[in-house]
T-cell receptor
Framework: DAGVIQSPRHEVTEMGQEVTLRCKPI?????LFWYRQTMMRGLELLIY????????DSGMPEDRFSAKMPNASFSTLKIQPSEPRDSAVYFC??????????FGSGTRLTVV | GQQLNQSPQSMFIQEGEDVSMNCTSS?????WLWYKQDPGEGPVLLIA?????ELTSNGRLTAQFGITRKDSFLNISASIPSDVGIYFC?????????????FGKGTLLTVNP
C-alpha cells in the first residue's frame, strides 16, 4: 500500500501565478479530503469528495480556489491567482466507509 | 462553528515522564480520534474511540472517550524522544457523519533526552 501520494512536496511561486496541487488517494477509498494547515488556524477542511463527487466545499476560502476529482485515483486543488496569504501546508486525505483518514505527506506552498 | 479545544497547547518534558493531554467539544461526539503528526509529514491515526467510557490502548498510548461524550483524553507513558510531534484530537463535524472531521489545534510535545 503506497498510501496517499501528494505532489509536489514543496512549491514556491510568485503572487498571481496559478498553482496546482495533486493527490492520488489509496486505492479502494471512496472519500477524499483537502485540508489546509497553518500555525494560526490549524487544520481546516477545504472540500471533500465522496465517490468522486464534491459533497461540501464550504471550507474553500475564495473563488480563487477550485478542486476536481475526475476519477477515483486522482484529485487536484488549484489556486488561481495565488496570493501570499495562501502560503500553508495543504494535505490530502482519503478514507473508506467513514474510517479514520489516511493523510498524505502534504504540499508546502510558499507564495512570494 | 463547532469547536474542539485541545490542551495544553505545548508540553516540554523529560524522557521517561508520562504525558496527559485532553480535548473538549462544544457538542456531543459519537467518535473520537487521536492523530500524531511528525515534522514534515501528515497526521497519522493513533487511536479511534467509538463508545462513551471506552478506554483503548496502543502500546504506551492510552485514550479514553469521556462519559459526557464531549471530551477525550490521551496519555503517553514513559515518553521517549520519538514521541516528539503534534498530537491532534478529531471528531465528526457537528457530531454527525464520520466522513467529515474537525480537528483540534494540537498539542506540541517536546521530549528532552
Amino acid at each position: 500500500d503506497a498510501g496517499v501520494i501528494q505532489s509536489p512536496r514543496h512549491e514556491v511561486t510568485e503572487m498571481g501565478q496559478e498553482v496546482t496541487l495533486r493527490c492520488k488517494p489509496i486505492s479502494g477509498h471512496n472519500s477524499l479530503f483537502w485540508y489546509r494547515q497553518t500555525m494560526m488556524r490549524g487544520l481546516e477542511l477545504l472540500i471533500y469528495f465522496n465517490n468522486n463527487v464534491p459533497i461540501d466545499d464550504s471550507g474553500m476560502p475564495e473563488d480563487r480556489f477550485s478542486a476536481k476529482m475526475p476519477n477515483a485515483s486522482f484529485s487536484t486543488l488549484k489556486i488561481q491567482p495565488s496570493e501570499p496569504r495562501d502560503s500553508a501546508v495543504y494535505f490530502c486525505a482519503s478514507t473508506r466507509l467513514g474510517q479514520g483518514y489516511t493523510f498524505g505527506s502534504g504540499t508546502r506552498l510558499t507564495v512570494v | 462553528g463547532q469547536q474542539l479545544n485541545q490542551s495544553p497547547q505545548s508540553m516540554f518534558i523529560q524522557e521517561g515522564e508520562d504525558v496527559s493531554m485532553n480535548c473538549t467539544s462544544s457538542s456531543i461526539f459519537n467518535t473520537w480520534l487521536w492523530y500524531k503528526q511528525d515534522p514534515g509529514e501528515g497526521p497519522v491515526l493513533l487511536i479511534a474511540l467509538y463508545k462513551a467510557g471506552e478506554l483503548t490502548s496502543n502500546g504506551r498510548l492510552t485514550a479514553q472517550f469521556g462519559i459526557t461524550r464531549k471530551d477525550s483524553f490521551l496519555n503517553i507513558s514513559a515518553s521517549i524522544p520519538s514521541d516528539v510531534g503534534i498530537y491532534f484530537c478529531a471528531g465528526p463535524y457537528s457530531g454527525g457523519s464520520n466522513y467529515k472531521l474537525t480537528f483540534g489545534k494540537g498539542t506540541l510535545l517536546t521530549v528532552n533526552p
